[in-house]
């Protein structure tokens, strides 16, 4: 790329293909000021690039910059078009595209694990849970972190089967600096542990369709992380692809850093091989608990990742329905690492635009274009859904999360969680858990230790309530205090299909 960003005639980024202008009115309206919109920002962003005054980190912006003018572009073209899904189009997938999990052989020595590669998707920060930093760094069970499970699984896998799978943190420039900091601490365990950081790009100001930021390194709040679609981009430019495929690496496998349940697993790796498959997605049935998910369909005869941002607002109680899609992605992907290389390369990428609309600390209203990784599915050979179990999912997105990965419903080996065989149902518990425990510190405080809930089916407990030791829920328990009451659950107490409300104070003695 030179120093600039360049067009084509039609106000389209080179390589990108223009679309043809509509009859009507409000359209064509629509594509011209698209165009305009298109010119204002590429001179935009050549004036950010004027002023990194370093070349090589010029080139490295530069790169990024033009990055984001595809994807904005991308985006103008779509809005033009009023391009939206074709409802009539959208199908449940296929039996042949989604593989049930039992139907995979079982393998404990799988011959290919030395080409894998498992990269975990670091670019959160814990602030939902009212942490600061990493949300990686949250202690989640025993004292440990999500980085310290997750090194421990590897660690234990690299030693039991002779092997060297590197441990790969995506991070975004929220993360960077607090993860490698961070995992310095691991430097005589025996893990590869490589980092890269996923791109940096300008928010954008919804009324002007302007970048936010005036500079390269300007206001960090002016600037986001563009999703995890990214990482198809940010690790082909960090260089690191290129390396694990020198290295002899054909595989990597990616999910949340949140995500418990994300272990390396022997047979989805061999079948994953052995189907000539270039992107495996782990899907998982849909509850109640899982609506908002994205799904796989079929549309128009291919597979694809349908998330809810994309669905037609009048449509979007069907997409939730579990009757129509039953099947949701966990994030779980195992992807071929040369066919990453072939489709960045090709420049066929081409991952459906999610908009985030953001409204700043100073009321500024702005938009954040944003891609999932698990839209690349369209773009890879044989691809399909593997249909897992439940215990494959297991995120850590709040603590009512947090409440049931540190009770005794699991067990802990070797950074790995399992579902204790005491339990009697398949099935997790439903827990919501109020704003009195939103933020962990509160959390961790209103219970001297986590209760007992092998019996539990659904927990509900909402204002000011505190647990005392060896508290034992069973069934259905509702916990209620109302404003100005405090209920305080006694240590021992079994709670049993009970409803709790008003005010409860009994002190030990």
Not at 114 to 131: D, F, H
Not at 360 to 370: A, N, R
Not at 420 to 444: A, E, Q, W, Y
Request: one cysteine or more; glycine letters at 6%.
């Amino acid at each position: 790329m030179s120093a600039s960003l360049k067009q084509n005639a039609h106000g389209h980024a080179a390589g990108e293909q223009p679309h043809h202008p509509h009859t009507l009115s409000t359209l064509d309206f629509q594509g011209a000021s698209g165009a305009a919109a298109a010119n204002a920002m590429r001179t935009e962003l050549n004036r950010l690039i004027s002023q990194v005054k370093d070349e090589e980190e010029r080139k490295l912006f530069q790169n990024e910059m033009g990055n984001f003018f595809l994807l904005f572009n991308r985006w103008l073209a779509e809005r033009s078009k009023g391009t939206k899904i074709n409802w009539d189009k959208v199908k449940s997938p296929p039996e042949d595209q989604v593989v049930p999990y039992d139907h995979i052989p079982k393998v404990e020595n799988s011959p290919h694990l030395n080409k894998l590669a498992v990269l975990k998707l670091n670019g959160g920060l814990g602030t939902t849970m009212g942490c600061v930093g990493p949300k990686s760094a949250i202690e989640v069970r025993d004292g440990m972190t999500f980085l310290d499970l997750s090194v421990r699984q590897i660690e234990f896998l690299n030693k039991a089967k002779n092997v060297n799978v590197p441990f790969i943190l995506m991070n975004s420039f929220n993360t960077d600096d607090e993860t490698k900091r961070i995992v310095q601490k691991y430097a005589t365990h025996n893990i590869e542990i490589l980092t890269f950081n996923q791109s940096r790009y300008p928010r954008i100001n919804k009324d002007s369709l302007l970048p936010t930021p005036r500079n390269p390194n300007g206001d960090i709040a002016d600037w986001y992380p563009p999703g995890h679609g990214d990482l198809f981009d940010s690790l082909h430019n960090s260089g690191l692809l290129d390396q694990l495929i020198a290295d002899g690496k054909e595989y990597v496998f990616v999910s949340n850093v949140d995500n418990l349940g994300a272990t390396v697993d022997e047979g989805i790796l061999n079948h994953m091989v052995e189907s000539g498959a270039e992107f495996l997605m782990e899907v998982t049935d849909k509850t109640r608990a899982d609506i908002k998910g994205g799904t796989l369909i079929d549309y128009e005869g291919s597979i694809r990742l349908l998330e809810i941002a994309q669905v037609p607002s009048e449509h979007v109680e069907d997409f939730k329905s579990i009757k129509k899609f039953k099947i949701f992605n966990t994030n779980n992907l195992w992807v071929n690492l040369k066919a990453i290389k072939r489709v960045v390369e090709d420049r066929e990428l081409s991952l459906e635009v999610i908009v985030n609309n953001k409204t700043t600390d100073s009321g500024e209203k702005v938009i954040q274009l944003e891609t999932a990784v698990g839209a690349g599915i369209k773009h890879f050979h044989n691809a399909h859904g593997v249909n897992v179990p439940r215990a494959r999912f297991l995120p850590v997105k709040s603590t009512s999360d947090l409440f049931l990965v540190t009770s005794d419903l699991y067990s802990l080996t070797h950074g790995e969680l399992s579902v204790n065989p005491k339990r009697m149902f398949n099935t997790v518990p439903l827990v919501k858990l109020g704003d009195h425990f939103k933020k962990v510190n509160n959390f961790l405080a209103r219970f001297k230790n986590p209760p007992h809930i092998l019996e539990l089916d659904h927990l509900t407990v909402t204002g000011d309530v505190s647990f005392g030791s060896d508290v034992v829920l069973k069934g259905t328990v509702i916990i209620v205090a109302n404003a100005g009451s405090h209920i305080d659950i006694p240590s021992g107490s079994i709670l049993e299909n009970k409803v709790v409300s008003g005010n409860l104070h009994i002190l030990d003695h």
